[in-house]
């Protein structure tokens, strides 16, 4: 349900009281309260707005420091005994931070623009101010789900071999709704679709992957917010799938936060889906991710069952953390296909712990072919690490192929700062390579 101020630049959301609701954190927008929903990694308030407003968050007891990223938005908080405060002239997708506290998401979206009605003909319409105990919900070709704002919708959603469907609106799809035989569903899957847009929703509490696009053609992800606990909740998995477009995400997940992937996927009833096919031109821009203590954050592979996966752009991101085993850079090759042109442009890193690049040719038990594949042609452009004082010592860098005949080619990197100094040599990123040829640094 949508609450708007007179001139319709302001627009909040009314929870049903059965949400729950932050015990942290308290909201105003223009001196409005905004509705903070809880979860158990990250709580997050929504609203929509046209402008400039104001932002009041309020805490129990005195505020000692707030932050407020990413860092690269310039944003910094008046700090008023229990109170921070901040404005804000665009839309924005932030995180903010008092004191040790759990986060605090905040979604200021844009006026929506474009909604459905709700009689309008292959419209799944989900109305505000609801909790919808939907199941599994199954879109069919030119059908779209629609989710008002200050709605859930605890389901899952599924599209099979369907033509332009779409999952949209500002509300809240929970994947923690699971069948007795199946608890470990992935919350929205598109197997062998065209013409898919996923926009502007927030999807907490999954059981597995996130988001899966399954030997999908043309797809566009956007505004996506993501709030992933348990391990394995991939954040957007891309498999076996091509022209692909995400821009403008916030994902924070306990795994892959994106994985690019080629493998056939079992339903639950042991007939795996045909997902093995080539992934090609695939950008991902403008985002933020954040990576707890499983996966990487920006992922290729470990499951490459294809003969090429190629044309592989990240660009404009910000990533938040990486605070487990994980790498910030990774392609993991452990099957056969030929890994090429992947470039990695304008990443901002503000915190990681293990591993920052991590590119190898491999064997693992996620392995299914018995020929190893190759790697070439990987750029990372334009690159900025600000090092915490845990790092020196601790994060490494690996690049390493499988022998001669399955290598790692033509790596460079370019522009690479570490505290503000460009890294020249393999040495300063404490690189250890193995079957490497073509490795640069400019």
């Known amino acids: 349900m949508e609450d708007s101020d007179d001139s319709q630049t302001l627009v909040t959301y009314t929870y049903a ?5 932050s015990r942290v954190f308290r909201v105003r927008v223009n001196g409005r309260p905004v509705f903070v929903y809880h979860t158990g990694v990250a709580d997050f308030a929504c609203f929509s707005f046209a402008g400039r407003v104001e932002i009041e968050v309020e805490v129990e007891g005195a505020v000692k420091e707030a932050v407020i ?3 690269s938005r310039g944003l910094k908080a008046a700090v008023e005994g229990e109170r921070i405060r901040f404005g804000l002239s665009s839309a924005q997708n932030l995180q903010i931070e008092i004191d040790g506290r759990k986060p605090l998401h905040g979604h200021a979206n844009p006026l929506e623009t474009g909604a459905p009605k709700a009689a309008e003909p292959g419209v799944h319409y989900f109305k505000g101010g609801e909790v919808h105990e939907a199941g599994e919900l199954v879109l069919k070709e030119n059908e779209r789900i629609y989710i008002e ?5 605890r389901g899952v959603v599924l599209a099979s071999q369907a033509e332009k469907v ?9 994947g923690g709704y699971s069948q007795p035989k199946n608890p470990a569903q992935r919350s929205l899957v598109f197997d ?5 847009r996923v926009e502007d929703i927030v999807v907490i509490e999954p059981t597995r992957w996130m988001l899966v696009l399954g030997a999908c053609e043309r797809v ?17 998995d891309i498999v076996g799938s091509r022209d692909v477009l995400i821009e403008g995400c916030f994902l924070k997940n306990n795994d892959d936060c994106i994985a690019v992937k080629a493998v056939n996927e079992g339903k639950g009833d042991g007939n795996p889906l045909p997902w093995k096919g080539n992934v090609e031109n695939v950008l991902v821009r403008d985002s933020v991710l954040m990576n707890d203590g499983a996966g990487n954050a920006m992922e290729i592979g470990h499951e490459l069952q294809a003969e090429s996966i190629r044309n592989i752009v990240f660009r404009n991101i910000d990533v938040l953390h990486v605070h487990g085993h994980g790498a910030v850079f990774s392609i993991h090759n452990s099957d056969r296909a030929e890994v ?7 990443i901002r890193i503000e915190h990681c712990y293990d591993i920052m690049i991590d590119f190898r040719i491999l064997k693992s038990r996620w392995s299914r072919d018995k020929e190893r594949g190759t790697v070439r042609n990987v750029r990372l452009k334009d690159i900025f690490w600000n090092r915490s004082i845990y790092n020196p010592g601790y994060t490494k860098s690996i690049i390493g192929g499988w022998d001669a005949g399955h290598m790692i080619k033509d790596v460079v990197i370019q522009n690479f700062y570490c505290d503000g100094k460009k890294v020249t040599d393999a040495d300063e990123l404490d690189l250890f390579t193995k079957q490497v040829s073509g490795l640069r640094f400019e």
């Open 166 to 174: 779409r999952v949209c609106g500002r509300g809240v799809l929970d």
């Open 69 to 71: 990223r990413p860092l």
């Open 340 to 346: 090429s042109d992947v470039l990695w442009e304008n």
């Open 220 to 236: 566009h992800v956007r505004n996506l917010k993501e709030i992933g606990e348990v391990i394995a909740s991939d954040g957007i």
């Open 192 to 196: 062998r679709c065209r013409d898919v």
């Open 149 to 153: 704002g200050g709605v859930v919708v």
């Open 17 to 21: 009281k059965s949400c729950p609701s």
